[in-house]
């Protein structure tokens, strides 16, 4: 697998942060565990439910020896938020997510909790009244 860095990108592998000085290609030539310094969430920014999943999510992926501490923790939100979650397709998502991270694919849980934040700013904006009312 090759990853294409610009100068002065940070990228997280198997715990570790690197950073580059100049534009630059690596290919890694066996399973690790990495993160691009774009998918990065800062604290701030998990905001909502399934950004706090992700936060969570990350933490496992930049932090591996911790991982099975910050399962349980996923685990803890993860069912707060279900039972929470009004949107029977945002249920399903984060069923998904949890799958994944008990078969401990973070990464793959990650890009699936990514592409479903329009999901969940959508079931967000969606006032109460109306969901009652469809009920």
């Known amino acids: 697998m090759f990853i294409h860095l610009k100068r002065g990108e940070k990228l997280y592998v198997n715990g570790a942060v690197l950073r580059v000085d100049r534009r630059t290609s690596l290919e890694f030539l066996n399973d690790v565990s990495f993160l691009l ?11 909502s439910p399934l ?13 591996p ?15 707060r938020v279900r039972q ?3 949107g029977e397709e945002l249920v399903k ?13 973070y990464f793959e849980a990650l890009k699936h909790l990514r592409g479903c ?4 700013d959508g079931v967000a904006e969606k006032p109460a009244s109306l969901d009652e009312e469809a009920a």
């Open 37 to 47: 310094e774009n998918h990065v969430m800062q604290a701030e920014d998990a905001k």
């Open 117 to 120: 934040f329009p999901l969940e």
């Open 84 to 86: 929470t979650t009004r």
């Open 93 to 105: 998502a984060i069923d998904a997510a949890d799958q994944k991270v008990l078969e401990a694919r």
């Open 65 to 79: 020896a911790n991982a099975g501490m910050t399962t349980e923790v996923y685990k803890h939100l993860s069912h």
């Open 51 to 63: 950004r706090q999943l992700y936060f969570i999510v990350q933490s496992m992926l930049i932090d």
